[in-house]
């Protein structure tokens, strides 16, 4: 029985680890990064409702830019640019930009995958405001005044898959190592700005836009996992029917 058994466990294991398989290494890395976006949201998330030390924390750090904020400055005038170009306007305008570009290049799987990491990752996040209903910092003298929940940060979330796509898109396309780390260095870079915004201005804790940045890692992971799953399993039938492979789009 033990002789059976381990061929198949083999196969199974190259099976996920294949670069080309319908469902090989791209679902396993998206299946893998999901699993750890959720099991640490959940862990942050539980420490918040809590009121564990990292609440403690959040206010430390939230009073203290605030003092800062409130003198004014370029780096304030920077960031508010940043923090509203960055709202659901701009975020679905930008995504617009994203899906007509895509849509000339003839990328269909990957447009449905840019609408739902970001149009889907934000009302995802929604939801997830009205579960946890935490109420936004509270100064006397506010930058931003806001009337939705906190947790998490819808900016940080939006930020993370859209910028996460784009890096996936150009690490795809890209020839050679370094033209695959740069997109995502780059937009590591983005994703902190547009979250340390939200903290400076007062609209965020630090754990609100952790758990957003968290958040976006796992849909992205389920969108873009998806998108390639489908346009591989869609190029795998064509094959079987035709005797011939398209060329895949992902």
Not at 12 to 27: I, M, N, V
Not at 66 to 85: C, K, N, P, W
Request: aromatic share 10%; with cysteine.
């Amino acid at each position: 029985m033990l002789n059976k058994v381990t061929p198949r466990l083999h196969r199974f294991a190259a099976a996920r680890f294949s670069p080309e398989g319908e469902f090989g290494l791209h679902l396993t890395v998206g299946v893998a990064m999901l699993l750890a976006a959720m099991a640490v949201f959940a862990r942050l998330a539980g420490a918040v409702v809590a009121g564990a030390p990292i609440t403690q924390t959040d206010l430390e750090v939230a009073n203290w830019l605030h003092e800062h904020a409130r003198q004014g400055g370029l780096l304030r005038e920077l960031l508010l640019v940043v923090t509203h170009v960055h709202s659901t306007p701009g975020m679905l305008a930008l995504t617009a930009i994203a899906g007509i570009w895509l849509y000339r290049r003839g990328h269909r799987y990957w447009i449905v995958a840019l609408i739902a990491s970001v149009p889907g990752g934000m009302l995802l996040n929604v939801a997830l405001k009205h579960t946890f209903e935490r109420a936004r910092p509270h100064f006397v003298e506010p930058i931003l005044t806001l009337s939705t929940y906190s947790f998490p940060s819808g900016h940080a979330l939006a930020a993370t898959v859209f910028y996460g796509f784009l890096a996936c898109y150009a690490a795809r396309h890209a020839r050679g190592w370094p033209g695959r780390v740069l997109p995502f260095l780059l937009a590591a870079a983005m994703i902190f700005t547009v979250a340390f915004s939200r903290m400076y201005l007062g609209a965020h804790y630090l754990s609100d836009v952790l758990a957003g940045m968290l958040e976006g890692c796992g849909w992205l992971a389920v969108c873009i996992t998806a998108a390639v799953t489908f346009n591989r399993r869609s190029a795998a039938r064509q094959k079987r029917q035709t005797g011939s492979a398209p060329p895949q789009e992902v």
